[in-house]
């Protein structure tokens, strides 16, 4: 099955900071999410990548996914203390058959936090 | 974006008793919409895939006879936790999909006493 790989667990910055959060799959990524949580709350959709050498932009947040589509970054910059939370990337589910569209997995999640 | 909504957003039961939890997709129509479980301080964990007009399909290790689930429109899937236990206790979120992106609802906290 696919796994994914968040670095880092945790992140602790100053406001101002850039910061990257990094997501590594054991598998070719067919479409690569990007959600925020706060701890017992939804999830905030940020991004959605699939082609390789994407890059999409939203506001201070960017989001690149390698050629190779093995591997996806997140990028704050400017960090703020609305930007706190929990940072979660999940893939689409690669199996043998073909590619499960909506049935996600995610990584464990990178914990951020923005001191003002 | 698209808006998922859940009802309730936290429930609390006995245990032995049933629990239903209710997903929607408010501004569109969703043919399928995905159920995940979320334990304290850990990621997302797929459950099954509700399908419109037809049964769902559960992740393995999953008991389809304990989580039943019912997709009666193309808008509305429901949740049902038979015989909660204090095990059962958990995060549940679902989700859906309007075109490639995948949005989540605020979730639904369930706590068997």
């Known amino acids: 099955s696919q796994e994914l790989e968040q670095s880092p667990q945790s992140l602790i910055v100053q406001e101002g900071k850039n910061l990257t959060i990094n997501c590594t799959s054991s598998?070719?990524?067919?479409?690569l999410y990007w959600y925020k949580q706060k701890y017992g709350e939804g999830l905030i959709f940020l991004m959605m990548?699939?082609?390789?050498?994407e890059e999409k932009s939203h506001e201070k947040i960017t989001a690149k996914l390698d050629e190779k589509k093995q591997q996806s970054s997140l990028h704050i910059t400017a960090s703020q203390p609305s930007h706190a939370g929990i940072y979660l990337c999940?893939?689409?589910?690669?199996?043998?058959?073909?590619?499960?569209?909506?049935?996600?997995?995610f990584g464990q999640g990178t914990i951020l936090t923005v001191h003002p | 974006g698209a808006v998922v909504s859940q009802h309730p957003s936290w429930v609390i039961c006995k245990s032995g008793t049933s629990v239903k939890i209710e997903c929607r997709s408010l501004?569109?129509?969703?043919?399928?919409m995905f159920w995940y479980r979320q334990f304290p301080k850990q990621s997302l964990m797929l459950m099954a895939t509700?399908?419109?007009?037809?049964?769902?399909?559960?992740e393995q290790g999953v008991e389809k006879d304990k989580f039943l689930i019912n997709h009666a429109s193309l808008t509305l899937s429901t949740l049902t936790v038979t015989s909660a236990h204090p095990e059962d206790s958990s995060f549940y979120i679902c989700s859906a999909r309007p075109e490639y992106e995948q949005y989540f609802g605020p979730g639904t906290r369930l706590t068997v006493t």
């Open positions: 990548l699939q082609k390789g050498g």
């Open positions: 999940g893939a689409d589910s690669n199996r043998a058959g073909g590619t499960s569209y909506g049935k996600l997995t």
């Open positions: 598998k070719t990524l067919y479409g």
């Open positions: 509700s399908n419109e007009g037809s049964k769902a399909t559960y």
């Open positions: 501004d569109f129509q969703a043919t399928t």
